[in-house]
């Protein structure tokens, strides 16, 4: 009897199963094999082991790729996180106007990242853009940033852009993890004396760890993979400055046609983002039993 | 009567602190969603009005909107993303609805392999391999019809979507029903579809919600696929003005086609507003 009912599970397995397996696995395993071959997207190529890598590293793409990839992803995963938790605590204070809020925060993200993409360009744009004309209402025009046309800024600048789109999903995600905690445990918390930075620490933390963690993990996987901002804001520029891991891979592949070496970056991409997810994933739950 | 007087003035001291955090939100909300508000008011203005921005909703006119509509080929670019969104998230639910419940209740090893079988995909982006993923659907002949989107999205949908699937049945659906169904001779089809999918209606709409409004706003998938004019989507439709962003004059019209675009699911928002917040947490809170 139970073994009849597993073996129908396992066929109700079967079709997520083949379009997973079709669609996103074997093309993975795709790409690493095209990796160590020197194809550049049509035609016939050759095996050349780990000439690519080599490639990458001497041309800096590697290095510099890495490196605005994870700046990206811990400025969005930190800051993120602290400013929506934050405000989520703010909402919580039984404040009337909580469900008014909530819906504008929310609205953002309901917009295409293409449609961000223009707004937030005329945002930043030099000479007629919004933080411009801003700077020039307050007489200090000579001193209106270009923000995205800087290699400093750039990155941060678009970072901060995809923040803008989510943090309202944020924010109520932790706000109905904080109205999920009973009074009594915050009740009880005041009567032995915690003051209201005490009970944060000691009660509400602990108590929507889970969240936080899951918060965590999905900004930390979008942020490793970050391309779409990139792709509607700076195309990767000035110089290298915004390319990231799948900005640069995306480039590689469709605009400089070197698609050998966009998957062998492709392939540290993945194993890069492997790692760095288990190691984060297995901190935050030790922490969430400390806690 | 003491007692009473310090009541009040519990009270008067809460009633103002609630008016100044009112108060801090509403300008932190007016600052943080003023790029929406100048845009509205800008595409709100005709083509060729190019005072300031900051003197803000002074015109109200359709202008740029009909220009914007007539360049999007508004309708037909609805209709494709519609199609595409609809079938997308229809097959999405089904698929993972199966398989997450029977994940979750597959007992064994191959049980928790799966798990995390499909969880290990939500590492991988679509750009690290579009280029095999054109390759097969080429094999297959649908390259470049609206059915190979499609079959992406609901692919690169399926990780995270098992991921909640799982987690909501082991959370939620005591096994004593499941097992009371089948001592009353249900088999497992019956059990899964008078017990089970009843029971993980909040997950179907996480899914629907987490899932269906990055498909409906994605542009890389149609954007590799589809080719042909008469198959673009709204994001798509909009890359069509990039080449504006260079010219200034062009911005009230741009922006025109920005809220055109978001129109629909503004709409669809207003009305199912309480479905998307609940979709929303279902995922990270319970989970």
Redesign the interface.
Known sequence: MIKKKTRILYIFVIPALVFYLIFWIAPVLASFYYGLTDWSGVGKYNFVGLRNLKILWNNGTLVSSIKNTVIYALYSVIWGNIQAFVLALILNMNIRSKGFFRTIFYIPALFSTIVIGFIWSYVYAPHYGMLYELFKMLGLESMAPNLLGKSKTALIAVAFVERWKTSGTLTIIYLTGLQGIPSEAIESARIDGCNAWQVTRHVRIPMIANTITVNTMLGLISGLKAYDYIFTLTHGGPGNSTSTLMYAVYKLAFIENQYGVAEALAAIAFVMILTVSIIVLLIMKRKEIEA | MEKTTIKDQNRKKHFIR?II??VV?LVF?AI?????L??LSASLRRPDNLS???KMFTEFSLESYKAAFKKMNYFRSLANSIIITFSSVAILV???C??G???A??K?K?GSF?QIF?M??????A???????Y??LNAVGIANTKLAPI??Y???S??FS?FLCINFVKSSVPYSLEEAA?IDGA???RT?FTIVVPLIKPAIVAIIITQG?PI?????FSMMFLSTPTQKT??LV??N?IGD?EN?TQ?NQ??AA?YL??VP??IV?AFL?RY??SG??A???K?
Do not use: H
Request: proline residues 3%; neutral net charge.
């Open positions: 609630e955090i009112t939100l909300f943080w969603l003023s790029p929406l100048i845009s300031s921005y900051f089904v698929v993972v199966l398989a419940y029977a994940i209740r597959i064994n191959v799966l499909f290990a995909g939500m590492i991988v982006a750009q690290m391999s579009i280029v095999p993923m390759k097969i079959l992406l609901v692919t690169s399926i990780s098992v089948t088999g497992v089809l899964f409004v409906w706003n994605d542009f890389f709204l994001p909009m890359l003005f962003m200034a911005w741009l922006f920005c675009s978001a699911i503004l928002y507003q998307f917040i929303l947490t995922g990270a809170v989970g």
